[in-house]
């Protein structure tokens, strides 16, 4: 076929209903094409009808993310991709900021959950940079921007939180109730107070119960129980996550049954039933694996790695916990990754490698320690710091290891979190076990020490530890 046939199946492709994306071509046919179309002056009004397109396109695609078809639509969106970054970079840097701003609302929840945070960052950022005045379309990219942000910079920064509250006052200004208890849902995250945050909480849930936005509601509802079964509310946890789930299933949509049946499996583990912690945990990845939902799989494989190690399956726990770690840098999740370097740590700890288990648990805390200004999570932190502990009470440095349980239980105490029923006997039996062999005066002074550092403190602290005890040794061996 020649170039120029080529070129008039291309321009008359929309009689077909769909524009053909010019810049996938051969580099020589783009620049023939381009240069035609330009000739014409048909280039801008072809990229034009291309935005257009996909506009609709990707809006009718989104609402199918959230229905039945999620599968399908996933990967409608996969092959569609480039197509529909060519018609963003049109928009949002050409002659349709608003429009393409649409487009990057229409798929941001597609970014997310397949792991493409810095790029939808990017193009949310560059849609509200390119647009002004309070509309609804400025006001869902804000709010959608900051679960990507969130993601990619461990937590809601300050200005983050400056930009949510500005979100609340346009959605109630223009009456858009979903922007309003999306907002109220990424706000609650940088509050501390668990009571405070449930009311925050509690104001997101009857707000999107009121827009009817069932995909969002059952996402709300799944948060709002993490945050009661981390404080160790548990049946209010329960009655949370099964309402999720609920929805999902009578909405038939296997995407959104992921989340709550992976959170239902961990707080079985709380409640230290283990079989069903592995069968819901299961039940859940497999749900994500056929439409390759990576960050939903790496949420539950996580836990279920950490479920393994302390029922001793120490090879399936490996398995699960390097997938985990894979699939969080394969998406970008810093915090994921920091996560999954100290849950390996925690296993090569039982598996008696301790200076794996140093190198790993030392990277994590590294890691974490440039998130502090953004954002505290202390269930992690005072996870890493009783791993940097109970190295240290194999090292018998029994002072030192009281240091870090008093850091690590103050961290605890602080934020109301629970440790599941193993890893709490083991903190527990470590604790005495330092104790036993020092004076009551020296461990409560140590305990106290550790006691009355703050998170900023602690951390650095259990680095200093750890590269002293560790890179000293590792230099003796080497001498």
Known sequence: MSLGSRLDILIHAEQVGRVVLILQLHDLLRQFAEEKLREANEWAATLEKHLDYYVTWAERADVGLRGGEQVKWFQCIEAEHD??????????????????????????????????????????????????????????????????????????????????????????????????????????????????????????????????????????????????????????????????LDIAQADQNREWMISPLGNLGRLAMYRDDSERAAALLQQAIALGRPSGNRVAIADCLIYLGTLELYRAEYDAAREHLEETLALFRDVGNHMGIVHAYHCLADLALHQGNDERAAKLVSDSLSMSQRFLGNFSNREFSTERLLIVGKLALAHEDYEEAARLFGAAEALREQNGYLLEPLPRAEYKEAVTKARAPLDPLVFETAWGEGQAMTEAEAIPFALGYLQTQFDSNENDMKK
């Open 83 to 244: 197509n529909l970054r060519v018609a963003l970079e049109w928009g949002i840097h050409g002659q349709g900021a608003e429009t393409g701003l649409r487009l990057a609302n229409a798929l941001w929840w597609f970014w997310f959950r397949r792991g493409y945070l810095r790029e939808g960052d990017e193009w949310l950022m560059a849609g509200l940079a390119r647009t002004e005045g309070e509309t609804p379309t400025r006001a869902y990219a804000m709010v959608n921007a900051v679960p990507l942000a969130h993601q990619l910079h461990a937590g809601v920064t300050t200005s983050d939180a400056e930009e949510l509250r500005e979100v609340v006052r346009i959605g109630q200004k223009l009456g858009l109730h979903e922007v309003v208890g999306l907002a109220y849902v990424s706000m609650s995250f940088s509050v501390a107070d668990y009571q405070a945050a449930m009311a925050l909480f509690e104001q997101a849930i009857g707000l999107l119960r009121r827009a009817d936005a069932r995909s969002v509601l059952t996402t709300a509802l799944f948060l709002y129980g993490n945050r009661a079964r981390a404080q160790g509310d548990l049946s209010r946890a329960e009655v949370l996550y099964q309402e999720s």
